[in-house]
């Protein structure tokens, strides 16, 4: 695994053309900041998550940022520094990637003239995540990385999803516990898998498991479609 050092990030910092730095999965703080003073784009394909203090020394790097493999986004001003006008490509990158995000961020996201609206691997999803995707116009409701609800506050993720006013897709849902579905399908148009191929698990937070009867209308809708 590479590693680079303050020395030779002072020099790349210099450099008057686009970096790439292939191999490179992390780096120091003091490396971070002794390369932000470069100008041109600055591409780390090999990251797939950063430190909160690395992600702000790359918030401040003087040139675009792309980061095509990163899975979590927990920085708002390195979230805000990806939807620059500049660097819609770097925005468009790391949302085909991003598979954990804080509500924070997605307010971000939503706010960016930029943001085609897709988060394709998304699949963490704590209650203040799907709140605040549930009230974003822009996101187009598709949750094709989301397979199962196993977190405790799986309810409450569910119950916020299904106040969404809009399309909302869950293609790939296998596995989910019963108080955690009859919370989803109270959005009567909500897609999912056929209710008879999902797994149904025990509840997530220790509570007592119910019971899961399809509702009728519900079923027919499933049927129809």
Avoid: Y
Avoid at 63 to 82: E, F, I, T, Y
């Amino acid at each position: 695994e590479k590693r680079l050092t303050v020395a030779e990030a002072e020099r790349l910092s210099k450099a008057d053309h686009d970096l790439c730095l292939f191999g490179l999965s992390e780096m120091s703080v003091e490396v971070a900041a002794a390369i932000e003073s470069h100008r041109r784009t600055l591409r780390l394909p090999g990251f797939t998550s950063l430190d909160v203090d690395v992600a702000a020394a790359l918030a401040r790097h003087a040139g675009p940022v792309v980061l095509p493999g990163l899975q979590r986004l927990d920085s708002v001003d390195l979230a805000r520094k990806l939807i620059t006008h500049e660097n819609a490509f770097a925005l468009a990158a790391v949302s085909a990637t991003l598979t954990d995000v804080t509500p924070e961020v997605v307010a971000v996201l939503a706010a960016s003239p930029h943001w085609s609206g897709s988060l394709p691997r998304l699949a963490v999803l704590a209650p203040e995540v799907a709140a605040a995707l549930a009230a974003a116009q822009k996101w187009d409701g598709q949750l094709p990385g989301v397979t199962a609800f196993e977190r405790p506050d799986s309810v409450a993720a569910a119950t916020a999803l299904a106040k969404r006013q809009g399309p909302l897709a869950l293609p790939n849902l296998a596995r989910i516990s019963p108080k955690t579905l009859t919370a989803l399908i109270k959005k009567e148009d909500v897609v999912i898998p056929l209710v008879e191929t999902l797994e149904l698990i025990q509840e997530p937070d220790g509570s007592a498991t119910d019971d899961f009867v399809i509702p009728k209308e519900f079923q027919e809708r499933q049927q129809r479609r």
